[in-house]
């Protein structure tokens, strides 16, 4: 098909796509503990009605242990044709508090060119993108394909992690298409080339058998809590750089927002200044970031006159690409030893790591989905990176590093993703879809 021929199937094709999208929507496809499952089998059982609507010779639901099934889907490829890896999920985050909701979360509305709903971007319009895409094609593939639609990505994605680490073969490819990122801006193409790593862990401090009273103990007696907070800002320094030795700052080397934009997007409240150093992309994309996200300490209601016996908190590492998370999870324990007053006893419980990414240049399948996204955004992408992770990226990567691994979708920073009233932007989905059928009929083996 001619790119001007496969313009115009999209653009037949875009009441379907907004048809089948306004399906997905709809069912509340929560994969989180305590939400119904029922609906989570029937968003899999939509998607793979949707799958074999486009034609797919092959589609049938995976289970995964522990979790939802996976929807899968192949096609074969064409003598002398490369394959194709297309990844979705078809879980969705939790409403929150429907009140924020200017429209319910699980009725699409359409307003103008956007369309409200929970998972209309993340990540169902990245799954839509892929099915409208294929359909131009009206099953004569130019490629083979591969399709995997993962079912709890938002609350447990390390088990799909172990089904294709146990069965590689699914996800073996020359290229792979994660679709489930985005555009900083609506109309501004972007390839997401990096992607940070994370590590986390709960540390505990000792310092008494019991809390004892802080009159009768007070100013003597080692303060298990005042001792953790020591340890904890001993990790940053006033500027708010992390200063853990080994955790060196690192450049992105493309573009950054400006500190205006970020603090916009960010919410940062007038005379808050931001904290760290390097550009905004130097210090979200690609250098280390540590945040203390729980504290287990008594609460301001009902507290006591007691010095404390025990203290928890939980640290979040994100880690660049260039960084090792076993290595990094190893530092800041460590450093937090080390910077332990007074001989209180530490301990380190709960850890988890998962690697971050950096995509390779110059492959035929970059150059394919560059040309494809100039050509239906009428600008060339530009290199982004991520600050949040995607541990299976990094997992295919692993598995198979010869393919060539691209990230872009549907969403935006506007988006609201994982908050109330998300959307996404019709126009931008047209164009995605576009970019996706262009590439897949253009990709060919060097
Ligand atoms: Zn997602």
């Known amino acids: 098909m001619t790119p001007a021929e496969i313009e115009g199937a999209v653009e037949a094709g875009m009441p379907q796509a907004i048809e089948d999208l306004t399906k997905l929507v709809s069912i509340p496809s929560v994969a989180f503990p305590g939400h119904p499952e029922a609906p989570v089998h029937e968003a899999a059982a939509a998607v793979a009605d949707l799958l074999r609507s486009v034609g797919l010779p092959h589609v049938e639901l995976i289970p995964v242990e522990?979790?939802?099934p996976a929807v899968y889907a192949t096609a074969p490829a064409p003598p002398g044709a490369p394959t194709v890896l297309l990844y979705a999920h078809y879980d969705v985050q939790p409403s929150g508090d429907v009140a924020l909701w200017r429209t319910p979360p699980f009725e699409p509305t359409v307003i103008g060119d956007a369309m409200y709903g929970r998972g209309a971007a993340d990540d169902k319009g990245g799954l839509i993108a892929h099915i409208a895409a294929l359909r131009v094609f009206q099953g004569d593939f130019p490629v083979g394909l591969k399709v995997i639609v993962e079912g709890q990505e938002e609350y447990a994605?390390?088990?799909?992690?172990s089904l294709v680490e146990a069965r590689p073969e699914l996800v073996h490819a020359d290229a792979m298409v994660i679709g489930d990122v985005g555009n900083p801006k609506v109309g501004d193409p972007a390839l997401t080339t990096?992607?940070?790593?994370m590590a986390a862990f709960t540390v505990e401090v000792r310092s008494l058998g019991d809390a004892v009273h802080s009159g009768s103990f007070g100013g003597a007696a080692p303060d298990a809590l005042s001792a953790l907070m020591r340890m904890l800002t001993?990790?940053?320094?006033?500027?708010?750089d992390v200063r853990v030795p080994g955790l060196e700052r690192g450049v992105f080397p493309g573009e950054s927002s400006s500190e205006k934009e970020f603090r916009a997007t960010a919410g940062v409240l007038d005379g808050v200044s931001l904290v760290?150093?390097?550009s905004i992309a130097d210090r979200v994309w690609a250098s280390y970031a540590i945040t203390v996200t729980g504290l287990d300490v008594p609460s301001v209601s009902g507290a006591i006159n007691a010095v404390q016996a025990v203290a928890r908190a939980r640290v979040t590492i994100r880690i660049p690409p260039s960084g090792d998370a076993a290595t990094a999870l190893k530092t800041v324990s460590a450093f937090l030893a080390e910077n332990a007053p007074w001989g209180v006893q530490?301990?380190?419980d709960d850890t988890v790591t998962g690697s971050g990414f950096r995509a390779s240049e110059g492959g035929p399948a970059r150059a394919a989905i560059e040309k494809a996204m100039e050509h239906a955004f009428g600008r060339a992408p530009r290199e982004v990176g991520q600050g949040g992770s995607i541990p299976l990226v990094a997992k295919l990567a692993t598995l198979h590093p010869q393919a060539e691994i691209l990230l872009y979708g549907?969403?935006?920073e506007d988006a609201s993703i994982h908050a109330p009233n998300e959307r996404v932007i019709l126009g931008e989905l047209r164009r995605i879809i576009t970019a996706e059928a262009l590439f897949l009929s253009t990709y060919t083996h060097p």
């Open 410 to 412: 549907v969403e935006d």
């Open 276 to 278: 760290g150093s390097g």
């Open 194 to 197: 990096m992607l940070r790593g």
């Open 157 to 161: 994605g390390e088990r799909l992690e």
């Open 66 to 68: 522990g979790s939802f």
């Open 346 to 348: 530490v301990s380190f």
């Open 234 to 240: 001993a990790m940053h320094d006033d500027n708010g």
